[in-house]
């Protein structure tokens, strides 16, 4: 599932890189990666995928692959609410 998530993504598709973002964070199919799984999920919030804005917060409310910062935390978590 990876190979098409990830041609999927690379075509800007923002529910395929959370997908993407989702296999980095937890090593499905692909290494574990944490900082790849939150530029993963930063490409989809970027595009306002709510649930990819709520997993990024949680990368940045926990330090998961970026440097922890609740601030940028509840921005994220915030759009993900609108």
């Not at 529910?15 to 574990?32: H, S, T």
């Not at 993963?40 to 922890?68: D, I, M, P, T």
Request: proline residues 0%.
């Amino acid at each position: 599932a990876v190979q098409w998530y990830e041609k999927a993504a690379k075509q800007g598709l923002a529910l395929a890189q959370c997908n993407m973002g989702v296999c980095y964070e937890f090593g499905e199919g692909v290494q574990k990666e944490l900082a790849t799984a939150a530029q993963w999920y930063e490409k989809a919030a970027e595009k306002a995928l709510a649930l990819a804005q709520c997993n990024l917060g949680f990368c940045y409310s926990h330090g998961r692959g970026v440097q922890k910062d609740q601030e940028t935390a509840f921005r994220w978590y915030e759009k993900a609410a609108e």
